[in-house]
């Protein structure tokens, strides 16, 4: 998706699609000179480019820039404002969970032998596949078992309900807001493609899974136009039976686009999926139930698989703005600090407050609904998020977070922006409708390091535009030069 953007809309999830560099947006961006600036002229600078981009003059900015070795602030502007993050949110979710967890520690997901059959018992690790049900399943046939009566899967490690209350709805029908519980199979997602035809004919819906077509009834109110036409594709599903929605257009020729949609019931999936697996390593497998509720017998254990480090999974989280990851990690979070709570989500976002706390981040200074940045009710100062940044670059956990944000025009979310600035900046994308923010460091030859702190919120520009400002903003920083001032 590195040439590409996408932004959700109403009932479904929509794929608004136009190239970074349309020729609508190289239209509208103006050159800009290569010249060093002073520090004190970022005030007219920065409110230049905000005037630039704007459109209705409704948006608000909150910015901050300040040098990491001596805190100087560089720049400021509504800083201490609260705005709506969106994925910017990760950044304390993940620094929360470096410093709550090993950062190599793994998530282990056991099965054990009972009186009449098996027990998996699901531990949060969001990252279970195919392969690794095949590698379960293969432990248990070499255990010496031929047949199960009785598959139970413990589905109540994470307590509460697996989708945050805030989410919108097109988000809990989208892949990227699937749900977040104990036994994870495949993301918690349904893949598939579509494919543009000759124009005039619908999209082809290709399922990743060939079994899913079988499922599955779509009503598909797609066309593929001719060259000229946008580009936007719309996807939703009954909550209630496998029904796939897909509307919207492709151009005839142009690349396949991939989508998904969520799981309903992710833990009997989870079932479904492993005794399938073991039916094909040779165990047969009679009826198969998911419990909330742990058993009480725990009888001898005969396999287990374990996911990546937690700091692989901070990794995931930052690098490619995964949502399932970041809810898991928060939820799991709360189920080690308060066991007995009925929300490992809201006893997750307690032992966030308290690490940021010990971070130096100011309580006052953010308002969490989630650990992704779906839910539109977080409210995150871009002061919280530098001091978020701060904290961690003074923290035993140093490398791994910064390692773990996307590096300008090379990795995850930053792959195809600031270019000309390559391995010069580390940063947090965020984008939902209306929202953008980038949040991260900046290498600079004669600061040091910069910390910095970009959103931009109720933004009627489309999301490339959004994201131009900011990497103006952001490059403009690059050609900082002290000038005596400091």
């Known amino acids: 998706m590195s040439a590409k953007w996408y932004q959700p809309l109403t009932w479904g999830f929509v794929w608004a699609i136009a190239g970074l560099a349309s020729p609508a947006a190289a239209a509208f961006m103006d050159s800009q000179p290569s010249a060093s600036i002073c520090p004190a002229q970022l005030d007219d600078r920065m409110s230049a480019i905000r005037t ?37 949110t990760k950044l304390l979710t993940t620094a929360a969970a470096l410093h709550r967890f090993d950062p190599q520690l793994r998530i282990r997901t056991p099965v054990y032998r009972t009186a009449n059959g098996l027990r998996v018992v699901g531990r949060g690790d969001p990252s279970i596949g ?131 949609v969520a799981v309903v019931n992710p833990g009997e999936r989870f079932a479904q999926k492993f005794a399938q697996a073991l039916e094909r390593a040779g165990v047969e497998v009679g009826r198969t139930r998911v419990t909330m509720e742990a058993v009480a017998a725990t009888g001898e254990e005969i396999g287990a698989i374990e996911s990546p480090s937690i700091a692989e999974l901070v990794m995931e989280v930052n690098q490619f703005s995964d949502n399932l990851y970041a809810q898991t990690l928060l939820r799991l979070m709360g189920a080690m600090q308060n066991p007995t709570s009925p929300s490992s989500e809201a006893a997750g976002i307690a032992a966030i407050q308290k690490t940021l706390s010990e971070l130096g981040v100011e309580p006052d200074s953010y308002i969490l609904s989630d650990g992704s940045g779906l839910s539109r009710l977080n409210s995150i100062s871009p002061q919280a998020l530098v001091q978020t940044l701060r904290g961690m670059a003074n923290s035993p956990f140093a490398d791994i977070y910064l390692d773990s944000l996307p590096l300008a025009g090379e990795s995850g979310t930053l792959r195809s922006r600031f270019g000309e600035t390559q391995g010069q900046i580390r940063a947090k994308t965020g984008t939902v409708s209306g929202v953008s923010a980038l949040s991260g460091y900046l290498e600079h030859p004669d600061f040091d390091r910069l910390v910095f702190s970009i959103i931009v919120n109720h933004s009627d520009r489309a999301v490339a535009i959004q994201r131009e400002a900011i990497d103006e903003m952001v490059t403009l920083l690059t050609r900082l030069k002290p000038c005596g001032e400091r």
């Open 52 to 88: 630039k981009y704007a459109l209705s003059g409704r948006e608000r900015w909150g910015i901050l820039v300040e040098t990491l070795s001596d805190r100087n602030v560089l720049y400021r502007h509504n800083d201490r404002q609260y705005f709506i993050p969106a994925s910017n």
């Open 130 to 260: 195919p392969a690794q049900l095949e590698n379960l399943a293969g432990q248990v046939a070499a255990s010496g078992i031929g047949r199960v009566e009785e598959l139970i899967v413990e589905d109540g490690y994470l307590q509460g309900a697996p989708y945050n209350p805030h989410w919108q709805w097109e988000d809990v029908q989208a892949g990227y807001g699937a749900p977040s519980n104990s036994a994870v199979f495949d993301r918690n997602s349904i893949p598939f493609i579509l494919f543009p035809q000759s124009a005039g004919q619908p999209l082809r819906v290709e399922w990743d899974d060939p079994q899913e077509a079988k499922r599955w009834r779509v009503e598909n109110q797609t066309i593929t136009v001719p060259e000229g036409e946008p580009e936007f594709i719309e996807v939703g599903r009954s909550l209630t039976e496998p029904i796939l929605y897909v509307s919207g257009q492709l151009i005839a020729g142009s690349p396949s686009e991939p989508a998904s």
